[in-house]
């Protein structure tokens, strides 16, 4: 299904380039005094430890993906569609749409954005995830993708639904009272902002800490669900008291069990179906993560492919599996609304399972909290990484100190008892005659590295993960927060992509342009050339030029097919979500939030971050004369991956010449 990915290599790669370190060291050092002297960042893209590899990369998938949907949501999903078979089919359902969804992020973040190297334009793989897709997307107006995708992931890409979670469990595990009270509400907020601010400061002073221990979370999830998998398959073998008949909800041999020939009869409407299908597509939320962070990947254009597809294929079927074991403890009538109270089916699953035995009962409130936590790990990491991508587009107030970095207190101990030395084989800087902004480093030297982290981000991640512990009542923010991501990263996103490539891959024609006359850059002469190949006429009217099939580095399998799907259940959803309940009996909410809120709010989102972009580019020119400027200079490996990065944000006086920067030729209208 995931189709193939293209290197993008040429023989110039090859080429064997000596640079001596003295060289090396000094370009560095240029870049680095050419950067303090503008108010530039020059960001190291590859601090103390290596890159993430495959297994690494997978578990910042996974760890994401498996949070706390698998032992919240089942329930809802049955109620929703009426049987286990119904929701055992929207389950298969949510992972074609997932295995759609993943063939988009791989197109996109696999070709864009695209430099000149060595004058040929090559795809290089860059954090950011749908910031960088949007904007390239829908590039007019100028800066609107930006602040509509920054106000939307800065208020919604945090850990405060997860830290509640954590919380409300780790509070059930040792015990403590679960009447409702003003103590136990602030007990639960507490805890969550303890909670966050741990993973902040792990990640702020830590690194490759921090990666190691979201892998070793990711394992452990993998290792809670298929303990699930296996505690099912015990159970249906008959050895279980409290489950006589195991796997009953599965037969269809009684109507009163919700089996499949009354499955769309027992549901609560087009409401129900559309609630149902957002909660499966936030289960299988994560599944992007990794296009987040592609510049700390090694070698994205060869192995993301693996990493990405290896992990969805391992969470899909596990979660499958889960529900099916689900399936065989728990019965139709257990989910009664007044049998199940505010149990989730993971709790009657434990009870069932491990009747009479109180501590195996409170373990799996110890589970919960792990798989939760685990998520603010990953989450804290990845959502760092964004922000501070936004703020390099400098968009954001004080944009100079949210994107900046600073060295670990990791590395300084690790320095201070290493005797004040670390070095390890680096890849320095070569000038090369292609770009002149887009420089090549081969691997011929040693390079003392220091770690280096986004504190500033990190500040900020934990700042609006505050605010949302602390505004709403207690109790209501995860299934807000929950909603408004699947909602809005999820659906609204998913349609803009989705709808986004089918445009620009299968319907848009591009054409080659002749490069302005009277540039003698090496960079120009080189892209002349290329023009020359296509425009045998050699003359400056456009001809018409390769698509974007001719230049992706991903190409899924079935073509157009894998895109509309993703785009027609993004479509629903985001429709759906405005369909209301038919009644308050047959509401699927089992809390006081209206059915409107989540798109209410999400729509909210985007008229503040309209709002936004209406002030930075037409209230601040008007009055202050000004108009932003954001040049970003890549420094490229020998496998084009990121290795360092030049960000300068400017505000020019209005009117002031500012060259455009080069566009690709084979992207060009």
């Known amino acids: 299904m995931h189709g193939k990915s293209r290197s993008d290599d040429g023989d110039d790669d090859d080429e064997q380039i000596y640079a001596l370190p003295e060289r090396t060291d000094a370009i560095i050092e240029e870049a680095r005094k050419r950067a303090q002297e503008t108010g530039s960042m020059f960001q190291d893209h590859s601090p103390q430890v290596k890159k993430l590899g495959i297994f690494s990369t997978s578990c910042v998938i996974m760890n994401r993906m498996i949070g706390t949907g698998i032992f919240e949501t089942p329930a809802r999903i049955w109620k929703g569609s009426g ?47 749908e910031k960088n897709y949007l904007e390239f997307l829908y590039k007019k107006p100028k800066f609107l993708a930006t602040c509509l995708y920054a106000v939307i992931f800065i208020f919604l890409g945090n850990t405060a639904g997860n830290a509640i979670v954590f919380s409300n469990y780790f509070l059930q595990m040792i015990g403590y009272p679960s009447e409702s009270s003003t103590d136990r509400n602030w007990t639960t907020k507490g805890i969550a902002v303890i909670v ?68 769309y009869l027992t549901g609560f409407g087009v409401h129900g179906w559309m609630t149902v299908l957002l909660d499966v597509n ?40 889960t529900n099916i074991a689900y399936f065989t403890v728990v019965t139709a009538e257990d989910m009664d609304p007044k049998t199940l109270g505010n149990r989730t089916i993971s709790m009657v699953f434990f009870e069932k399972i491990f009747y009479g035995n109180e501590k195996a009962q409170r373990a799996l409130p110890a589970l919960i909290a792990i798989s939760a936590f685990g998520n603010i790990i990953n989450a804290t990491f990845v959502s760092s990484k964004v922000k501070q991508e936004i703020a390099k587009e400098g968009i954001l107030p004080f944009s100079d100190f949210w994107r900046s970095e600073y060295r670990s207190p990791f590395s300084r101990l690790r320095q201070r008892f290493s005797g004040g030395s670390s070095s390890r084989h680096e890849a320095p800087v070569h000038p090369h005659p292609h770009h002149p902004h887009h420089h090549i480093m081969h691997r011929r030297s040693h390079q003392r590295i220091t770690e280096l982290t986004p504190m500033p981000a990190l500040l900020l991640h934990w700042l609006t993960s505050l605010i949302i512990i602390l505004a709403p009542p207690s109790g209501d923010e995860y299934t807000i927060f929950t909603g408004l991501y699947a909602y809005m990263t999820l659906a609204w996103f998913g349609v803009f992509l989705a709808g986004g490539l089918l445009y620009v891959g299968y319907y848009k024609p591009y054409r080659f342009q002749r490069a302005a006359s009277g540039n003698s850059s090496s960079s120009s002469k080189d892209a002349n050339n290329q023009h020359n190949t296509y425009n045998t006429n050699n003359t400056n009217a456009p001809t018409p030029g390769y698509r974007w099939r001719k230049i992706a580095g991903f190409t899924p399998w079935f073509g157009p097919v894998l895109p509309a799907l993703y785009f027609c259940s993004c479509i629903v959803i985001v429709v759906g979500r405005w369909i209301p309940e038919p009644s308050k009996e047959k509401s699927m909410s089992s809390t006081g939030i209206a059915w409107y809120v989540v798109p209410t709010v999400g729509m909210g989102l985007v008229a503040i971050g309209v709002g936004y972009w209406s002030s930075l580019t037409y209230l601040l020119p008007v009055f202050w004369n000004k108009r932003l400027r954001v040049r970003r200079t890549p420094y490229l490996d020998v496998d084009l991956n990121f290795r360092y990065e030049e960000v300068h944000t400017a505000w020019l006086d209005e009117g002031a010449s500012d060259d455009e920067e080069e566009v690709d030729p084979d992207l060009q209208d």
């Not at 359902?93 to 993943?102: N, P, R, S, V, W």
């Not at 996109?108 to 290089?124: D, E, F, N």
Request: glycine fraction near 10%; hydrophobic fraction near 40%; charged fraction near 10%.
């Open 83 to 129: 049987s286990p078979g119904a929701a055992l089919l929207m389950w298969t359902l949510g992972t074609l749409i997932t295995y759609a969804g993943l063939t988009v992020y791989m197109e996109l973040g696999l070709t864009i954005p695209r430099y000149l190297v060595k004058g040929q334009w090559r795809s290089v793989p860059r954090s950011g995830g």
């Open 282 to 321: 936030f289960s299988f939320g994560g599944f992007e993560n990794a296009h987040y962070i592609l510049s700390e990947v090694k070698k994205p254009k060869q192995r993301l492919k693996y990493s990405t597809f290896g992990a969805l294929s391992l969470v899909s079927l596990s979660y499958l599996l």
């Open 196 to 263: 966050i601010t741990v993973a902040c400061l792990l990640h702020g002073s830590w690194r490759s800490g921090g990666i190691w221990t979201n892998n070793t979370f990711a394992v452990v999830k993998v290792g809670i669900l298929w303990f699930f998998i296996i505690s099912g398959l015990y159970t249906y073998s008959g050895n279980v008291p409290k489950v006589p008949h195991p796997g009953e909800s599965l037969s269809s041999k009684d109507s009163k069990n919700f089996n499949s020939n009354v499955a």
